[in-house]
């Protein structure tokens, strides 16, 4: 009967342990794979659009730190085609 006993509690703990990260999770405290404060960190490189030329060629429209560039890609390697690049309608003061 020990081991209905120790049994018992490992179910408890755990059940005590999916409540905590149930709550953590409503209050927007836990994610599922976030880095500590992972809500108010923000993603560096982000990819905003990609355009297929030929199989081989493409353009990239990527965000880094803020700054929208344009990349260009081909067997040759990347290219940076244009930097600080607008986004339609961002900057507009028409």
């Known amino acids: 009967m020990d081991w209905i006993r120790q049994l018992l509690t490992a179910g408890a703990v755990i059940g005590l342990l999916a409540a905590a990260l149930a709550w953590l999770r409503k209050r927007g405290l836990a994610r599922a794979g976030s880095h500590p404060g992972g809500a108010a960190r923000r993603r560096r490189l982000e990819v905003l659009d990609r355009v297929a030329l030929t199989a081989q060629h493409s353009l990239h429209l990527i965000r880094v730190d803020g700054q929208v560039i344009l990349v260009g890609r081909s067997p040759g390697g990347l290219a940076r ?4 690049v607008e986004r339609p309608g961002e900057g507009d003061t028409r």
């Open 81 to 84: 085609l244009g930097g600080a």
